[in-house]
Each structure stands twice: as structure tokens, then as C-alpha cells.
């Protein structure tokens, strides 16, 4: 940077920081934020340590800052941790604390109490659902001094970052005080508000902590946030969540149905925010085990056949987020030659059917093609291919009319979870739902690495593949962000060179909310916000 | 009457003990029906996040902290046993009592059904008498026409138009949520109205039996006034099938206002019950089933009793 350039630069920061000082005069303390919540999305516990739901972490983070925060440019920040280094092999990790911290219950914040919720989520008595698995195989958390703490593992850990974002630092005291059983309804942490009350199946209350010390780094203000109050209400019918910003029952609504986008859309009345979630999108793995999708040639043609754009135009007026590969576009890992390897081309489908054995039928036969010397299926047998999926069946019926004019009948059938799971322990299905959501890459090694081709692993489609295997394995141990993505793309072009899986949309969170409301942050990934610095206009 | 209230007491105390072996098979269904369904509760559970890899060691832990790797039919007799006892067990997801699960929301349950049941009688009840008094009126076919529409009316429906009119437009009562008498008026009027058809189609057609009845056309010949015969000989004789309609309708209520309180976002035992067979909480379904089986039961019971009591026939087991 030129002596110009940066004088420029501190010209503007200056000005970027009188005109936050110009906002920061007109921000007012006080009011109750009113956020209407899916039902269907309701924690069963409120402590994240045991309970494996993106909303419960989202609520603890009201209570408790963790470590490191996911900001919403998609960088790690600091929380309760200043700094953090990690070894070139990953398997140590070092976290420097805040100094002067207090949980709500006035319990000093310090390297023992980190340790303290480490010990307490590895702990196979909390039986944690999820959180054990994110922060890895740590073999000691060590205190160093009062203020770092130290994390050793016997092997590479280098997604800790992703877990850690996540997780809760709670209150040695008030977590030992109430025990496993009954932590989750007396949550106590360092984080913006107290956790109030929570009616379940009702709503869920925070109430502003006057002694928060805005220790996160995403706020942009001293001291305690603006807000008085926050309350969660949760909404079992989608009419009245798609409704109650209008009716003024509540001022924000958090995932929105897609419906009810258009009345809030580009209105001057609202403001809406969409905002997709990195991962594999609304994706489709083929078992490549049993006919017709053991030929690479069908799985390609369904690929050429598909148009996504099409799909998302006719069902949801195109606010549906593309996914064009094995990690959908907004994930920082996507690797742009996705959209290249199979472009809309029905000749091309049509003819690599027919070289499969998948002919025409006669005239009057109707559309479906049909086996003339296809290895293991009798002749004559109509090209059928099975569709489940857990939700987004719409998607499954718009793919259907496109395959149906090369020849292809797709079977759509929406199942419950149990039934997915169980249909893929029996290894029985064609194209079947499979969505992961996380802004790290290692998502490709849990779907695609066949050594999880086991029960309870995630591999599904049976396809093996050492020189895939060996690229998906050094996810686990390469800690640099671009060299992981670089390792994410090599994945994703081997996956899509062997047409494995059907890409289709992203669906993106959305928020409606009253112009009331300001300063709330939507994150990096569209299922988390901060409010540290939101406030209510009068 | 010595012997009449003996009888009674042998009537009730029969009646309680039906109820063990009724009790035994819904719960031996539920346990059956359960254990059949595709799944298992500890893969759903660690892919309830449709996220992270799980490994077999963890799911094997997991299994054996829930109590899933013993025979079924050992699982089977700990419920058994556990369930004679009041028992009902931990949820899975919840990780608490299930009694305790239940006691939070009965309350809720409860209110909305009480008030339900109160508004399907107030409307109900005029509504077959005014009917019955003007057989093939005008008011008649209005008042019939009217509950026609209430029992037939889906409860999806209805709770979707009143929030649509009461909270959308006119903003008199919110949309969801259990804070305090407000947010129960319309949930109630919905289950109420639809119970309400049903209680007016069998109150006119009881008390038109009743009104053609010789004691009816003895009291209007003793000189009684057409009110005295109407409020004391007529609707009191023609309420007995009527209470076991009204106790009939408030079981099913409690037992199923499900659509109800998803509609209302209203906390419940129903509501508890569906999303506890989604994420196939075994315990949790188990003790909703056996509780609701049981009250629905209760409240029959209670009906009965009342019915024997209004009607001594029934006591003689004639």
C-alpha cells in the first residue's frame, strides 16, 4: 500500500467511525424484540452441550458467548478468547481468554472454567448428541495459566474452530448447582441476556444482563446490548408464521416459508433478508450399487436432463439459492467448474440412454423407455428411478416432467426420517435426500469417504474410489482454509466427473421484519444471528 | 336404599377393573406398533441435526445409555413393570420424567378443553331446544343447517379462518401462543363450535322423543305452564344420552386436541405426543398413549357412573 493509498484508507475508517458515532446516538435502549420461530424447529433442551440443534446453539448464544465467534463476513472472531493459535499438525490448540469476564452469576470467567465445559461436553455422562463429535478426539485440556488453555489431541483436529463457534461457555458454578437434568431451564453463561423462562412449545424469554461487558467482538458498542427484552415465540402453522410481522404479533420472523416471500419482498413496509446456509444444499446421492444407476451413463443423463434454474423459477419465483455440486454455490469451498460438467442437454441425455440399453418404446407406448439388453434387468423392463426425499417434494415432482421427456419415470415419495434411515441401512433406494450443512469442507469426507460406507455413516452411494478416499482424507488433516478448499475442489470434480450425486437448489433462510427493527446481524451461515447490537426504533 | 347403593358400588368398583385389561392391551399395542415402525431412535437422534458423522462406537454408547441393546421382549417386560407402578419412564430427548413432560402440559390441555366443552354446551345445548320447540320451522331448518356446518367443519379450517378474522384483521385475540385467558378464546371456540354441532343435532332429537312422551302431554293437562314442563319434565329427561355425548366429546378432546394446539401453537399433550413419535422417543409415546388411553377411560367412567346414577336400568345390568 502506497503512503496515498493509506492515508486514504484512515480518511475513511475515520469517516466509517464518525458516521457508526452518528448511528450509534440514535440507537435507544429498551423494548421487547418479539422473533416468531417454526415450531418444528424447538430444541428438546436447551443446553447445547447435549442437545444436537442448530436452534439451541442459536438461543445459547443469547446466554453465552463461546470462545470464537463466525462472523457474519465468514471469518472467526474473537469472543471470550483474544487469540488462538494452533500447531502446523493440529493436534494442539492453544486459546488465550479475556481478562476481567464474570458469568451472570458472578463466577470469574477464566482457564479453568474453560476447561471446566470441555471436560463437561466429552464427559460421556452428558451424552452429548453433537457437540462431543465437533470438538474431536481431545485426549487433555490443559490450564496453562489462568487466562490460556491448552487442547491436545492424538490425532489432526483441525475443524475445532466450527465446533467451538458453536459452543456454549456456561457457568462451572451454575452448571454444577442445577446437574445435567435440570441445567437446560437455569441456563447461565457470560453472553448479552439472561435467560428468563421457557414455556415449552410456547416461547422462550431473554431478558437483558446489565452487567454484560460486550465481550464480543461482534458488538460495536460498550457495555450491555439495547434490547430489554427478547422472546422467542414458536409457531406450529406456517399461515400465521408467514403472517404474524404483518399483523404486528411479532417483528421479526426467523425462516419464513418460502411462500410467503413475495409479501414481504422488495416492500417498503419490511425488510427481508435471504441468506443461504454453506453445505451440500438440497442434494440427492445415487446408489450406484443395484441397476439402472449403476451405469454411469444413466446417472449422467439424469444429470444433463435436470434444470434447476427452471425448477427454482416455476416453484419458488427464483429466490431458492443454486447448489450446482457437491457443496452448494454459497460455501467458500465451491469449486466453479460444477455448473461446466453437465449443462442442460436433452440430446445428450437422450442419447446416452440409449447407448445404456434404454430405448424408445414404440409408437403408442407411451414416454418411458425400456431395457433392450441392460446387464441384470429383464428386457423390456420401463426405466424407473426412485426419488425420496425428506421434504421439498415439489422439487422431486418439477425433475419428474423434466426426466419424463427423455424417457425416464422418476418415482417421487416423500418419507419421514426413520424411513430414510432405514431404507439406506438396507441400501435400498436410487436417489435419495442427503444434506449436511456446515461452511467446512470436511462435510465431503463424512458423504463421500467409502470407509463411512457403514451403519451410521454418512457414505451412501457406494461408490469406491482410492485416489477420492486419499483426496477426502486430507481434510482431516490440512489446518490452512485454502488449502482445504483446494483439497474440496479436487473432491468435487472427481464426484462429478462420476456423476454420484443429483445437485438441485439451496434453500435459504428467511427473515421478515419491521423496519423497526435495526442492527440485527444475520451470520456468515443463514441460521445464525447476533443481537448484541440490535435495537428498536420508536 | 341399602341395595341399590351397593349395587352401585359393585357397579363402579366393576367398571375399574375393566380397565386393567384395556389399559394392558393399548399399551402392549402402542409398545408393538412402536417397535415395528422403521428407525432407530439412536441413529434419528444423532442425525436429528442432519449433520455430522457418526461412528459405530458412538451409536453402539448411545444405545446402551438408552437401554435399546437388551431382547425386546426384556425391554418389553421393564415397561410392563415399571407402567404397573405409575412409572412411565424418561424421554429419550428430553432426558426428564415423562410424568413430568406430561404434568407440564396437561395443565394447558386441560383449560383448552374445560373452555371447549363449556362453549359446545352454552351453544349447543339452545341450539337442539330452540330447534326441538319449532320442529320444521324455518328456525329449525336454520339452527339445523348451522350445526351442520360446525360438525362438519375440518378444526384445520376453522382455527386457520377465526385467526384469519379475530387476530389478522379485527386484532382482538393473538394468533398463538398460551400467555393468558386471551390466547385461549379461540382455540376453545374452535373445538367448541365443532362439538357444538354435534350436541345440538342429539339434544333436538332427544327432546323431540322426549316431548312426545304421555308425561309431557300429562303435565300440559294438569294445568303446568308450557316453561315448568319444558325446563323440568322435558329437557332434564332428555339430557341422559346427551351427558354421555358431552362426556364423549371432552375425551376426545383431551385426547385430541392435537390439531388444535399445533394450529394455536398452543403447548400440550398432544402436541408432546406427535413430536415424540417424529423423533420416535419410545418412552415419551408409550406414557402420552397409556396417559391420554387412561383419561379418555376416566372420563368414560365418570359418565357412566353419572349415566347409572341418572338411570338405574343400567346398574342391574338389564
Not at chain 1, 467511525?17 to 450509534?24: F, L, N, S, T
Not at chain 1, 483436529?157 to 452448571?175: E, F, Q
Not at chain 2, 428407525?39 to 453402539?60: H, K, N
Not at chain 2, 419412564?89 to 413432560?101: D, Q
Request: aromatic content about 10%; glycine content about 8%.
Amino acid at each position: 500500500m502506497t503512503r496515498m493509498t493509506k492515508f486514504g484508507a484512515g480518511l475513511l475508517a475515520g469517516a466509517a467511525m464518525w458516521m457508526a458515532a452518528g448511528v450509534a446516538s440514535a440507537q435507544t435502549q429498551g423494548g421487547t424484540l418479539v422473533i416468531a420461530w417454526p415450531a418444528i424447529q424447538e430444541p428438546a433442551s436447551l443446553d447445547g452441550h447435549i442437545d444436537p440443534y442448530q436452534s439451541t446453539w442459536m438461543f445459547n448464544s443469547l446466554v453465552a458467548d463461546p470462545l470464537v465467534i463466525l462472523a457474519p463476513d465468514g471469518t472467526y472472531k474473537p469472543a471470550l478468547a483474544t487469540s488462538w493459535t494452533s500447531t502446523p499438525d493440529g493436534r494442539e490448540w492453544v486459546f488465550k481468554l479475556r481478562s476481567g469476564v464474570k458469568f451472570q452469576d458472578g463466577t470469574a470467567f477464566d482457564a479453568a472454567a474453560v476447561k471446566y465445559n470441555f471436560d463437561r461436553v466429552l464427559d460421556p455422562k452428558t451424552a452429548s448428541a453433537q457437540m462431543r463429535s465437533d470438538v474431536g478426539p481431545i485426549k487433555s485440556v490443559e490450564v496453562v495459566d489462568a487466562l490460556t488453555v491448552k487442547l491436545v489431541y492424538d490425532t489432526p483436529w483441525v475443524t475445532l474452530l466450527d465446533g467451538v463457534r458453536r459452543m456454549p461457555i456456561w457457568s462451572p458454578t451454575a452448571a454444577e448447582k442445577h446437574g445435567l437434568a435440570n441445567f437446560g431451564r437455569n441456563l447461565v453463561g457470560a453472553g448479552p441476556f439472561l435467560f428468563a423462562e421457557w414455556v415449552q412449545n410456547d416461547r422462550i424469554v431473554f431478558k437483558r444482563w446489565a452487567d454484560y461487558g460486550g465481550w464480543n467482538s461482534i458488538q460495536t458498542h460498550q457495555g450491555p446490548a439495547y434490547l430489554d427484552q427478547v422472546t422467542i415465540r414458536f409457531i406450529g402453522e406456517a399461515a400465521v408464521l408467514g403472517s404474524v410481522v404483518k399483523t404486528g404479533n411479532a417483528q421479526v420472523t426467523f425462516g419464513l416459508p418460502a411462500r410467503f416471500v413475495d409479501e414481504y419482498k422488495g416492500k417498503p413496509n419490511f425488510q427481508f433478508v435471504a441468506k443461504d446456509q454453506s453445505g451440500t444444499g438440497l442434494q440427492h446421492v445415487m446408489n450406484i450399487r443395484i441397476p439402472p444407476l449403476s451405469d454411469i451413463r444413466v446417472r449422467r443423463a439424469i444429470l444433463h436432463a435436470a434444470d434447476m434454474k427452471a425448477a427454482n423459477e416455476l416453484l419458488y419465483d427464483g429466490v431458492y439459492a443454486p447448489s450446482e455440486g457437491p457443496l452448494n454455490n454459497n460455501h467458500p469451498c465451491f469449486w466453479e467448474g460444477n455448473p461446466k460438467v453437465y449443462p442442460n442437454d436433452l440430446n445428450k441425455a437422450r442419447a446416452l440412454l440409449e447407448e445404456a440399453g434404454w430405448k424408445a418404446p414404440a409408437a403408442g407406448q407411451g414416454q418411458i423407455r425400456v431395457a433392450r439388453g441392460v446387464a441384470g434387468v429383464a428386457d423390456g423392463t420401463p426405466l424407473k428411478v426412485r426419488y425420496a426425499t425428506l421434504h421439498h417434494k415439489e422439487l422431486g415432482e418439477a425433475l419428474q416432467s423434466q426426466l419424463r421427456r427423455v424417457g425416464i419415470d422418476l418415482v417421487v415419495e416423500q418419507v419421514p426420517g426413520p424411513v430414510q434411515l432405514d431404507r439406506v441401512r438396507r441400501r435400498d433406494f436410487d436417489l435419495m435426500f442427503e444434506r449436511q450443512r456446515s461452511p467446512d469442507p470436511l462435510i465431503l469426507d463424512q458423504i463421500w469417504n467409502s470407509k463411512w460406507d457403514q451403519p451410521g455413516g454418512w457414505a451412501w452411494t457406494g461408490f469406491k474410489n482410492d485416489t477420492l478416499d486419499a483426496t477426502v482424507d486430507k481434510l482431516r488433516s490440512i489446518p490452512d482454509p485454502k488449502a482445504r478448499c483446494e483439497v474440496a475442489k479436487e473432491a468435487q470434480k472427481i464426484i462429478m466427473e462420476n456423476a454420484l450425486m443429483l445437485p438441485t437448489l439451496s434453500d435459504p433462510v428467511f427473515f421478515a421484519m419491521t423496519p423497526k427493527v435495526k442492527g440485527l446481524q444475520v451470520g456468515a451461515e443463514g441460521n445464525w444471528f447476533f443481537l448484541n447490537n440490535a435495537w428498536l426504533e420508536r | 336404599m341399602p341395595a341399590s347403593s351397593a349395587s352401585m358400588t359393585r357397579y363402579i368398583l366393576g367398571r375399574i377393573l375393566q380397565l386393567v385389561p384395556v389399559l394392558w392391551l393399548i399399551s402392549t399395542i402402542i409398545f408393538v406398533v412402536m417397535h415395528m415402525l422403521p428407525g432407530d431412535p439412536a441413529e434419528l437422534m444423532l442425525a436429528g441435526a442432519e449433520g455430522g458423522a457418526i461412528t459405530p462406537e458412538r451409536l453402539a454408547e448411545l444405545k446402551r445409555e438408552m437401554g435399546l441393546d437388551d431382547p425386546l421382549l426384556v425391554q418389553y417386560m421393564r415397561f410392563l413393570a415399571n407402567a404397573a407402578i405409575g412409572d412411565l419412564g424418561s424421554s429419550v430427548r428430553f432426558r426428564l420424567p415423562v410424568s413430568e413432560l406430561i404434568a407440564d402440559r396437561f395443565g394447558s390441555t386441560l383449560a383448552l378443553s374445560l373452555c371447549g366443552l363449556a362453549i359446545s354446551v352454552a351453544v349447543g345445548v339452545p341450539l337442539g331446544m330452540i330447534a326441538a320447540m319449532r320442529q320444521n320451522s324455518a328456525a329449525d331448518a336454520f339452527t339445523m343447517a348451522l350445526s351442520y356446518v360446525g360438525a362438519s367443519m375440518p378444526v384445520y379450517w376453522l382455527g386457520l379462518l377465526l385467526i384469519l378474522f379475530f387476530s389478522f384483521n379485527l386484532g382482538w385475540f393473538p394468533p398463538a401462543g398460551a400467555d393468558d385467558w386471551r390466547s385461549l378464546v379461540l382455540p376453545s371456540t374452535t373445538i367448541g363450535l365443532v362439538a357444538a354441532g354435534l350436541i345440538a343435532r342429539l339434544v333436538r332429537s332427544s327432546m323431540i322423543e322426549v316431548l312426545r312422551e304421555d308425561y309431557i302431554r300429562t303435565g300440559h293437562a294438569k294445568g303446568l305452564s308450557a316453561a315448568t314442563v319444558l325446563w323440568r319434565h322435558g329437557l332434564k329427561n332428555a339430557m341422559i344420552p346427551v351427558i354421555t355425548m358431552i362426556g364423549l366429546q371432552f375425551g376426545g378432546m383431551l385426547a385430541g386436541a392435537v390439531v388444535t394446539e399445533t394450529v394455536f401453537s398452543r403447548p400440550g399433550v398432544g402436541r408432546l405426543v406427535v413430536n415424540a413419535i417424529l423423533a420416535k422417543d419410545y418412552p415419551l409415546v408409550q406414557g402420552c398413549v397409556i396417559f391420554l388411553a387412561f383419561v379418555y377411560l376416566a372420563v368414560n367412567l365418570v359418565v357412566d357412573i353419572a349415566y347409572a346414577w341418572l338411570d338405574p336400568r343400567i346398574r342391574y345390568g338389564r
